[in-house]
């Protein structure tokens, strides 16, 4: 199931807010667990039993960090911390990498065993990942201990943020899975924040999405493999902010309030402040459970260079078990490891728009192998892009006749649009927002009724 079905729409969603709603508050994290376990078992029940063995075993290791919270028992909370860290990364190994590390030892050795084939249970990155923070943070006593197994069972399998994210910290949630309130102004943002996310999905995220499998996948000129990259790189944008801005608004119809996970990355002057831009959830995890922990930048340059590189290899694999993903993170700490020695400051004392036109085609560039999990297909794309080779007619006419959606998404990925809403917001014509919103809305049914391409891009992560 996914928040662009109607399915969800018109009848999960509706149910599971006026259960909410009736149910008496000592309850209610139980009946929103219940439902969250239903929304992920509808497309893969069976991996249900791995969603509460992780919430069992994170449970129970936060007991056991409790029980060892004297002085004197500080190698029994490494060990457990170590054990847990270790069960979660095993889990996420196995389901996710498994046929990728065996594929690499059958290339390496040319062997001819067969690989096992593994279906890669949704949103495990994340929801492992949320796992662990739970682990360390009360380890590192900077979160309490959830003793209640079923509001802590609610954190992990929270169907708003459990598919695709944000990333939610334990912490951040802690008070407001003890004492959640409905409020009317909470809950008419979320219903706002849903339908603006809705409408990025649905009318900007599939019709780019369209536009860049046409164009990357076929064998046209250098334009259309210019255009397609730059489809594509607005396709993962609204469909991953979409998805999250979705998420937020759904939480906050629950009384959560999630952090913002996308801050209009494409206005981004360098590849850091990129980084500080997109997915912001996710850039905070590795920073504080990896980065820092390894020494971030306190012990010289080389050490730092070092822990960038590991952090982006390991990002470049949370991605996906493929090589391109592995490149991808290469990549970007190669521009990142340079950005710090080399060009940071030169692009500070650069006109502004040239510093961010630099910015958008480094991105774009690293999101065309981010598209392409095979090598020969990634090659060919990329000798298309400065090859000049001549488009056929055809391909200049199917990128004509997407040009206005395409330049509209474009001025969509900036702040242009939000600052016109909040001024209308604060203005006495607030009235034409709903107006808007209720245009959005049947946009979205419109197209959801007549298109069959409705892809999330980050289910695969």
Known sequence: MVFSDNIFLFFFLPL??????????????????????IFYAWGEPVYVLLMLLVIALNYMAGRLLERF???????????????????????????????????????LTHGSFSIPEIVLPIGISFYTFQSMSYVIDVYRGTAPVQRNILSFGTYVALFP???AGPIVKYGDIAEQLAEREEKRALTASGVRSFLYGLAKKVLLANQMGLVA?????????????????????????????????????????FGFQFLKNFDYPYISRSITEFWRRWHISLSTWFREYVYIPLGGNRRGLARQCLNLLIVWILTGLWHGASMNFVLWGLYYAVLLILEKLLFGKILERLPSLLSHSITLLLVALGWGIFYF????????FLGRLFSLTADTAAARTWMLGYLPIGLFAAVASTHVGANLLKRLRRSSAAWLELLWLALLLMLCMAALVSQSYNPFIYFRF
């Open 16 to 37: 599971v807010l006026l259960c909410d709603r009736l149910c008496p508050k000592a309850h209610r994290n139980g009946v929103l667990l219940l439902f969250s376990l």
């Open 69 to 107: 919270s004297d002085q004197s028992a500080a190698r029994s909370r490494r060990t457990v911390l170590v054990a847990a860290v270790v069960l979660n990364l095993a889990i996420l190994g196995v389901f996710k990498y498994t046929g990728f590390f065996m594929g690499l030892v059958k290339s």
């Open 161 to 163: 943020q459990l598919i």
């Open 213 to 253: 499998d046409r164009l990357l996948l076929t064998e046209s000129g250098t334009l259309s493999a210019w255009a397609g990259m730059i489809a594509y790189s607005l396709q993962i944008y609204f469909d991953f902010s979409g998805y999250s801005d979705m998420a937020i608004g759904l939480g906050r119809m």
């Open 373 to 380: 999990t095979d090598f020969a297909m990634l090659g060919a």
